[in-house]
């Protein structure tokens, strides 16, 4: 079974720093682009960043200068490093992964975690 699995996530006050992880796991032939979302109460989810298997990153303007993207392709897992957080950046954070399972599948499909919470706050 493909999963991909979050951690790091949790409460940090404001200006505090947090970094959170995500591994995949099962049989998987290649993992393309890897990325973070994030969902606050009432609001749509978003793009927080993204990262090729080259690694080409892409960030949302909201977070750009305080959030980092990586990844270890070796271990299958991306990274989000966040510092600087705001009281806004409170919100439930989803790994998101576009993956291959078999040589001879021809496109990527996209694949979810199941989410952490990130609450910023006194």
């Known amino acids: 079974q493909v999963r991909l699995v979050e951690s790091g996530g949790g409460l940090v006050q404001p200006g505090g720093s947090l970094r959170l992880s995500c591994a995949a796991s099962?049989?998987?032939?290649?993992?393309?682009?890897m990325g973070w979302y994030r969902q606050a109460p009432g609001k749509a989810r978003e793009l927080v960043a993204q990262?090729?298997?080259?690694?080409?990153?892409n960030y949302a303007d909201s977070v750009k200068g305080r959030v980092t993207i990586s990844r270890d392709n070796g271990k299958g897992t991306v990274y989000l490093q966040m510092n600087n957080l705001k009281p806004e950046d409170t919100a439930v954070y989803y790994c998101?992964?576009?993956?291959?399972?078999?040589?001879?599948?021809?496109?990527?499909?996209?694949?979810w975690g199941q989410g952490t919470q990130v609450t910023v706050s006194t």
């Open positions: 998101n992964a576009e993956l291959i399972l078999t040589w001879y599948q021809s496109s990527a499909n996209t694949y």
């Open positions: 099962g049989n998987i032939f290649s993992i393309n682009d």
């Open positions: 990262i090729t298997k080259g690694g080409i990153t």
